[in-house]
């Protein structure tokens, strides 16, 4: 796998590595898991296009694996950028 191909477009490959459960897993685990940096997952938590966290605390910041597959399965959905904002 082309670990430099666009996130959107192995989506899908990528959430079928990601074993069921709804454990927490910390940034550093994430972003090993979608092949991007850890400044990539931590931008996209701030901007809103990133996968769904928790907070817990001040500063920690945690992803359950389920809602991570879901995330990716919904952008898997999708064939070009034109179809982000196509109300379904």
């Keep these: 796998m082309d670990v430099n191909m666009h996130l959107d477009r192995r989506a899908d490959a990528v959430a079928e590595t ?25 931008i996209g938590r701030t901007r809103g296009y990133g996968p769904p966290f928790i907070r817990i605390g001040q500063r920690g910041i945690r992803y359950r694996r389920d809602a991570l597959r879901a995330w990716l399965k919904e952008r898997a959905e999708y064939r070009s950028t034109r179809e982000y904002g196509a109300v379904a």
């Design 18 to 42: 990601i074993s069921d459960g709804d454990d927490l897993l910390n940034t550093a685990q994430i972003a090993n898991m979608l092949g991007v940096s850890t400044q990539w997952v931590e």
